[in-house]
């Protein structure tokens, strides 16, 4: 008999907690490590509990970012997997995650069947990819120079968010210069030409967020 599967889970809602620690607890072969409410913490948790995953939520209010909470957890030696869960699915969410090291990235509107075998796949070092995510990583492959990297999403996300050029360069440690280029390319690849534009059809197309 194989060992259990021991899941690390960090989500900084209460409600969305419980719920996942009933679904865990309920299924064979998972054993529920720890839990953490914020990025800090699952870094933590997860260096201290050393898990084989870690179900790992994005928006995790004012503390770090999932992604770089995600970032932290696999730079360290034997990292557990970590398994993405969370409600958005725009290109910027899906490459920050991929990008830091995520395993897997599942929707929370996932059947708990779909779940339970990303988690088993995520244990065993496979990928394990929601529909849309998929398809929204294979139409970036198939269409690579209309598709904004992960650095102009970035720069776009901040944008979105009513940095000025010189605030981004500041936020980003690169020149002005360099963020009038990328937003060159942006404007070009969206057919815009106007950051209002930009941001609006970015947003439109599931690119990034809704500000």
């Known amino acids: 008999m194989s060992d259990p599967i ?20 309920d299924q064979p072969g998972f054993v529920l490590a ?46 557990p997997r970590v398994l993405v869960l969370t409600t958005f699915d725009t290109d910027s969410d899906i490459l920050a995650a991929i990008e830091a090291g995520a395993t897997g990235y599942l929707l929370k ?13 995520a244990a065993a070092g496979d990928s394990a ?17 209309a598709t904004l990297t992960g650095r102009e999403l970035e720069v776009l996300g901040l944008v979105a968010e009513g940095l ?11 020149s002005e210069t360099t963020i009038k280029t990328h937003l060159v390319h942006i404007y070009a690849k969206l057919g815009v030409d106007s950051r209002t534009a930009a941001v609006a059809a970015a947003t439109r197309r599931g690119l990034i967020r809704p500000s």
């Open 6 to 25: 021991r899941i690390l889970l960090v989500d900084d809602h209460p409600v969305v907690r419980s719920g996942l620690r009933a679904m865990l607890l």
């Open 34 to 79: 720890g839990e953490a409410a914020t990025g800090e913490e699952g870094v933590a948790e997860a260096r201290r509990l050393r898990p084989d995953v870690v179900l790992m939520d994005l928006q995790l209010g004012a503390g770090i970012h999932g992604s770089e909470a995600t970032r932290q957890i696999t730079a360290g030696p034997d990292a």
């Open 109 to 121: 509107d996932a059947p708990p069947d779909r779940l339970y075998a990303a988690i088993r796949s």
């Open 129 to 145: 990819l929601a529909p849309s995510v998929a398809s929204r990583l294979l139409g970036r492959m198939r269409t690579p120079a």
């Open 164 to 174: 000025s050029n010189r605030q981004i360069s500041r936020r980003l440690f690169l």
